[in-house]
């Protein structure tokens, strides 16, 4: 069964500490796309890949970047965490238009 | 831009009966259409997709959804809810270079 797997589920980190959230794929995809999702505000974009080392900005970058230095791993990295990103982080990977395949999520807490 | 809406925040439907989930897009060309569910705590799972041809399409758990393109619409349906169908569902369109834009998601509350 094809899988996107998030090393965490759950994450408690503290005001200016750096975080990485880790994403792993095994299907051979060539996009992979970070997405955080809020009450009320759906899912929105903040990095996608369609390549390694190949990186784009989303709808909402500020405050994380990504890195991808093997195709079948995304990461997430919070350079300063602030209270304001407590959220969902959700990954998915692709390989065309035709849908996503989604992790289970980490919910990110910062205190 | 593509954008989604779905206008309903918040549904609550009595087990057994239908069920019908709003969605309106904004997309410059032929989109394409998606619907995903999330269970509480869960990743989103695809329920299923329009890309072309028949504009009523069959997905998993008895779900269908009719593209109509006068009305930018992608509604999602149920003859009959399920307790299990309690969920967040999402309605999604493919946007450039492989881009999916969410709408804000549905809760659907089922009461027995």
């Known amino acids: 069964d094809v899988k996107v797997t998030q090393s965490s589920r759950y994450l408690v980190k503290r005001t200016g500490e750096k975080v990485f959230l880790e994403c792993v794929q095994d299907m051979d995809h060539e996009n992979m796309f970070w997405y955080r999702q809020d009450p009320g505000l759906g899912l929105r974009l903040i990095y996608f890949s369609y390549d390694v080392k190949m990186k784009e900005k989303g709808d909402i970058p500020e405050g994380y970047s990504v890195s991808r230095e093997k195709k079948e791993r995304f990461s997430l990295i919070l350079e300063s965490a602030s209270t304001n990103q407590t959220s969902m982080y959700l990954c998915?990977?692709?390989?065309?238009?035709?849908?996503?395949?989604f992790g289970s999520g980490t919910r990110l807490t910062v205190v | 831009a593509q954008s989604v809406t779905q206008p309903d925040i918040h549904i609550t439907v009595s087990e057994g009966a239908s069920l019908e989930l709003r969605c309106n897009y904004s997309y410059g060309a032929t989109p394409y259409l998606f619907w995903y569910v999330q269970s509480p705590g869960q990743g989103l799972q695809l329920l299923l997709k329009y890309f072309s041809g028949d504009t009523l399409v069959q997905g998993i758990k008895g779900f269908e959804a009719e593209f109509k393109r006068s009305q930018s619409s992608f509604n999602l349906r149920k003859p009959s809810v399920h307790w299990s169908d309690a969920a967040e569902y999402f309605c999604a369109v493919g946007g450039h270079g492989n881009k999916l834009v969410f709408g804000a998601g549905t809760i659907l509350r089922v009461k027995s």
């Open positions: 998915a990977s692709s390989s065309s238009e035709l849908g996503y395949t």
